[in-house]
């Protein structure tokens, strides 16, 4: 086995909370080693003699584990001299929350749970953006694809997504008020693991979706809305990107350890490059064998070529303005109250980034 043991049992949780399983469902929790869903963390694997041991824990959301497989499977953590091993969790907020409880010094997760962290008194910094756009697309159910073609179309209807509060459903929010429409009078439903299959029977009228769902729903003859993936539409209904994804940490890590934060980053840098240069088929050859068990390589480097570019940025910064945009989502919600925004310069930083090689 590989120093970089890949841990699929919370990969599978995580999938199916996004409503993602079947074609791309990875093989069997029990053929797979066993990892706690919580926090606490396996200890790490023996690593090669002189490399720094490390854990990056992180939701294992299909399109964001690329970035991170990559930097893996290419050498690009060694090339640092760090042996790293990838921890798949249920979920961001516990990877969070392992993050601030010190089980792990950096973690891949969203600038969402980084805005909420911080305005709650724990402050933790992306240093490296590896996704600029949501993962999500506003799909229409096969069964109401002909009735429902704009946003002011769902006023009355059921919109599902994975969990109230979260990425999706603020996205969803955002859209409808800059829509002229109050989310109010849209029912919101969290489907977790549900969200593809209670779309296509027609239970919800609309649904946040992911990849591959996206591409298994349009198949079905559901409609797309939106595509937040797409920066084009990101720009027309939000007007820029949106600060997803990242590399996380604390401010005693960059504080303490900040050479040790450099390589990290250059590792993710590294891997973004090699993305925005790269077939898709090429990338979709370094994803593990467990994550694409009964899944279809193929199609994941159809979805790579059509979104990658939109998606991962090549030189990993962060923009002040695509962050501002997730502030606004959360403030506009009510997560945020308006004496409780945190600076944005607490949030990120690219210090790291622009030094990368």
């Not at 640092?80 to 249920?90: A, C, P, S």
């Not at 969803?172 to 989310?183: A, F, M």
């Not at 797409?230 to 007007?239: F, M, S, Y």
């Not at 604390?250 to 090699?274: C, E, H, T, W, Y």
Request: charged share 20%; glycine share 10%.
């Amino acid at each position: 086995m590989s120093r970089f043991r890949v841990k699929s049992v919370s990969l599978l949780v995580c999938l199916l909370t996004l409503g993602l399983a079947g074609p791309w469902a990875p093989a069997r929790a029990e053929e797979k080693d066993k990892l706690s869903l919580g926090v606490a963390l396996p200890p790490h694997a023996a690593g090669q003699q002189g490399q720094q041991k490390l854990d990056l824990a992180f939701c294992s959301q299909l399109l964001c584990v690329i970035p991170f497989e990559v930097a893996r499977a290419k050498g690009f953590f060694a090339e640092e001299g760090l042996d790293v091993q990838l921890v798949y969790m249920k979920g961001g907020p516990p990877a969070v929350g392992a993050l601030q409880t010190k089980s792990v010094d950096f973690i891949g997760t969203t600038m969402d749970l980084v805005v909420k962290s911080t305005a709650g008194g724990k402050r933790i910094v992306m240093v490296a953006s590896t996704a600029r756009l949501p993962f999500f697309a506003l799909v229409v159910a096969p069964g109401e694809a002909a009735r429902i073609k704009s946003p002011e179309h769902l006023v009355g209807k059921k919109v599902g997504v994975g969990n109230l509060g979260a990425t999706d459903h603020l996205l969803v929010q955002l859209l409808l008020r800059k829509s002229g429409i109050d989310p109010e009078k849209v029912s919101f439903v969290s489907l977790g693991p549900n969200i593809l299959q209670t779309l296509l029977v027609g239970q919800v009228e609309a649904a946040m979706v992911q990849e591959p769902a996206l591409t298994l729903a349009s198949r079905k003859g559901a409609r797309v809305l939106v595509n937040f993936m797409d920066r084009h539409q990101a720009q027309t209904v939000l007007g820029g990107q949106y600060q997803f994804m990242g590399l996380i940490t604390r401010p005693d890590v960059i504080a303490q350890n900040p050479s040790l934060v450099q390589g990290m980053s250059n590792a993710i840098v590294k891997a973004n490059r090699f993305i925005s240069k790269e077939s898709g088929s090429t990338i979709a050859a370094l994803i593990p064998e467990s994550l694409l068990v009964g899944g279809d390589p193929a199609l994941l480097g159809e979805i790579l070529d059509q979104f990658k570019g939109h998606l991962y940025p090549a030189d990993g910064r962060i923009q002040s303005e695509d962050v501002a945009r997730v502030i606004e989502a959360q403030r506009a919600s009510g997560l945020l109250p308006a004496a409780g925004v945190p600076e944005l310069s607490l949030l990120f930083t690219n210090e790291f980034v622009e030094r990368s090689r």
